[in-house]
């Protein structure tokens, strides 16, 4: 039996950039290291693991100061290329007692113009850490736009 989802949300934006990008920023470890992460962390692309297709694992570590390292993974359930991707961090279907979420993305064409829709549901996180985690997205959101509209 499935862990309950314990908290979700959704974030929708919209990139001046055709969705093969934004696609492309999502699934190829250089560009996925240029925009994921806060700016104060550097996400080198020699530790990122992006094995784009169902039941492949992704892996990003993010590095900080004095060689603080947090690690983020999880699986891809599913890809539908350059529409949609599903995947976990961690491991919502066994959390322990960490949290863990499923993330569903949707790229949208709209107009030469991309929408994504982001959405992340949780087990194991309050709400504290579910605004925390929003607030995250936002930051790393702001980043991939500034890497695929520039490209």
Known sequence: ??????????????????????????????????????????????????????????????????????????????????????FTTGDPDNPGDGPASVVTLHLLENGGRTEMRFHQAGVNTDEEHAEQAREGWQEFFDRLAELVESA
């Open 1 to 86: 039996m499935s862990p309950q989802t314990t908290a979700e949300y959704e974030i929708v934006r919209f990139f001046d950039a055709p969705r093969e990008e934004v696609y492309r920023a999502w699934t190829e470890p250089e560009r996925f290291a240029a925009w994921f992460g806060p700016r104060t962390f550097a996400t080198p692309a020699d530790r990122v693991v992006l094995d784009v297709r169902p039941g492949g694992a992704w892996r990003a570590v993010l590095v900080g100061e004095e060689g603080f390292e947090a690690t983020l993974e999880g699986v891809y359930r599913e890809v539908e290329a350059p529409s949609r991707l599903v």
